[in-house]
Every structure is written in structure tokens, then in C-alpha cells.
T-cell receptor, first 109, second 117 residues
Framework: GQNIDQPTEMTATEGAIVQINCTYQ??????LFWYQQHAGEAPTFLSY??LDGLEEKGRFSSFLSRSKGYSYLLLKELQMKDSASYLC??????????WGAGTKLIIKP | GAVVSQHPSRVICKSGTSVKIECRSL??????MFWYRQFPKQSLMLMAT?????????EQGVEKDKFLINHASLTLSTLTVTSAHPEDSSFYIC?????????????FGPGTRLTVL
């Protein structure tokens, strides 16, 4: 079956760095997405990785290792507004998004 | 950027009534639209995928006679929850996908919170 695993909840301090991991097992691979979702709102796109390596975009970076079925989202210089759920999703061979359950990130002052 | 709107943003209805939710891509033509449902503290659950002009493909366990999807144009899809019951109360989110880009990204609407009394 298809499976996306990510931690349920993480806590970090304002100004610090946090890494949210995601492992996946899917039928085929056409890219991995990270989305941010604030409570009561729809997800917003953060990043897309289809090749191995690190993609940097401002304070957020995303890493992919296809051979290991592994990705992480790295958030630097954490701000209180970064408190949200972070969803990892993999596009399978049918171009369908398979979603993880999300990681709730709590930022403390 | 690509913008997707949803209407209404919030609806409260009585049990047994039907509710229609609209999803529009405002500045692009969406070849595919997706409907998701999200219960509190859970991830998105894909309900169905629809392509313009053809019947929607429903995920296993989703009743197609209860959740009617119409994708009449490249910019509009509607989801009708028929004979809604309290267990249908949820956050319904649509997304629109495009082809011809480097990747098939989905652009999400703001969501519709449905409460069935």
C-alpha cells in the first residue's frame, strides 16, 4: 500500500531551526510537495522536489532523497506565525497526491 | 499566481437539506479539479477527481450519489452534498490542477466549513 509518515507534533523555539521529516512508500514517484496549513484554512504551497538534493527558498528549505524515500522541510529563524501544520504529499505514478497526516508545529517564545 | 475561490466559505444547514459548494479557478483554466474533506486534526482526504466535461472519479468509500460533482467548465466545479447529515459536517476543500507546467501543482481554494445540525 501507499504510505506517508511524518511526526504528529513538534515544538520549537522562536528564532531557532526545526527539521520536519517525511518518509514515503508510494507506487511511482512524480514529485514531493510540502504545504503549510494554518488552523481553519486551506493548505498553501511551500515547495516541490522531484530531483535529489536541497531546494532553498528564503527561510524554508526542502530536501529529497528518492533512493531512501525521504524528505525533510527545514525552517530557519522561526517566527510565531510559522505555527501551523506542515503536510507532506507525494505525487504517485497516476499523478495523484498521496497525503501525510501532517505535522503540527508549535512555536514557543 | 493561480487563484482558486470557493463559495460559500461557511454554511450551516438542517439535516436532510442539500448544500452546493462552488469552486472556481479565477485566472487559469483548470484541467482537473479535486475535492477533499478534512475532519478536525486529520489530514486531507481526497473524495473525488473531476475533469472538465467528464464524470468524476470517486475514491473508495465515497458515495457518488450523495456527493454530486459537476465540472461543467474549465473554471468551475461544484460539489453538492445531498441530504446532508451531522456526520457530513467537515471542512471541504477544492483544488485545481493545471498541465503544461514543470509540475502538476494543485492550487487550493480557501475551503468551505459545513455544519449540519
Amino acid at each position: 500500500g501507499q504510505n506517508i509518515d511524518q511526526p504528529t507534533e513538534m515544538t520549537a523555539t522562536e528564532g531557532a531551526i526545526v527539521q520536519i521529516n517525511c518518509t514515503y512508500q508510494t507506487s511511482g514517484f512524480n514529485g514531493l510537495f510540502w504545504y503549510q496549513q494554518h488552523a481553519g484554512e486551506a493548505p498553501t504551497f511551500l515547495s516541490y522536489n522531484v530531483l535529489d538534493g536541497l531546494e532553498e527558498k528564503g527561510r524554508f528549505s526542502s530536501f529529497l532523497s528518492r533512493s531512501k524515500g525521504y524528505s525533510y522541510l527545514l525552517l530557519k529563524e522561526l517566527q510565531m506565525k510559522d505555527s501551523a501544520s506542515y503536510l507532506c504529499a507525494v505525487m504517485d505514478s497516476n499523478y495523484q497526491l498521496i497525503w501525510g497526516a501532517g505535522t503540527k508545529l508549535i512555536i514557543k517564545p | 499566481g493561480a487563484v482558486v475561490s470557493q463559495h460559500p466559505s461557511r454554511v450551516i444547514c438542517k439535516s436532510g437539506t442539500s448544500v452546493k459548494i462552488e469552486c472556481r479557478s479565477l485566472d487559469f483554466q483548470a484541467t482537473t479539479m479535486f475535492w477533499y474533506r478534512q475532519f478536525p486534526k486529520q489530514s486531507l482526504m481526497l473524495m473525488a477527481t473531476s475533469n472538465e466535461g467528464s464524470k468524476a472519479t470517486y475514491e473508495q468509500g465515497v458515495e457518488k450519489d450523495k456527493f454530486l460533482i459537476n465540472h461543467a467548465s474549465l473554471t468551475l466545479s461544484t460539489l453538492t452534498v445531498t441530504s446532508a447529515h451531522p456526520e457530513d459536517s467537515s471542512f471541504y476543500i477544492c483544488s485545481a490542477g493545471t498541465s503544461g507546467r514543470d509540475y502538476n501543482e494543485q492550487f487550493f481554494g480557501p475551503g468551505t466549513r459545513l455544519t449540519v445540525l
